[in-house]
């Protein structure tokens, strides 16, 4: 069966409701308050993205903290957390990848 189909389904059983971008391909879902999206990347490498779970203004004293907590984590553990700035916003984001 061909991974999407699998994917699909196996997020319909936790009781998800998969969005599917026509244009990337891309799927979207919800689960447990939080938003997922969900990159095929190949027939069997899956990627699932939880984006913006956290937030810092980039005036904040511990910035500098954070991004270093990230980096060492990174270091050791699964799954990625990563980090994106937006500075229209006045916000650094925290995002996770698996």
């Not at 490498?45 to 954070?66: K, V």
Request: glycine fraction near 6%; aromatic fraction near 12%; hydrophobic fraction near 35%.
């Amino acid at each position: 069966m061909e991974i999407r189909k699998v994917a699909i389904s196996t997020l319909k059983k936790l009781g998800c409701q998969p969005e599917i971008d026509k244009e990337t391909g891309n799927m979207y879902f919800k689960y447990q308050g939080e938003e997922f999206f969900v990159v095929v990347e190949a027939e069997t490498i899956i990627t699932f993205y939880d984006t913006w779970w956290g937030t810092l203004d980039l005036d904040d004293p511990l910035l500098d903290n954070l991004k270093e907590a990230i980096n060492q984590t990174n270091m050791n553990a699964m799954p990625v957390t990563l980090y994106s700035i937006s500075e229209n916003e006045n916000k650094l984001g925290v995002h996770s990848r698996y």
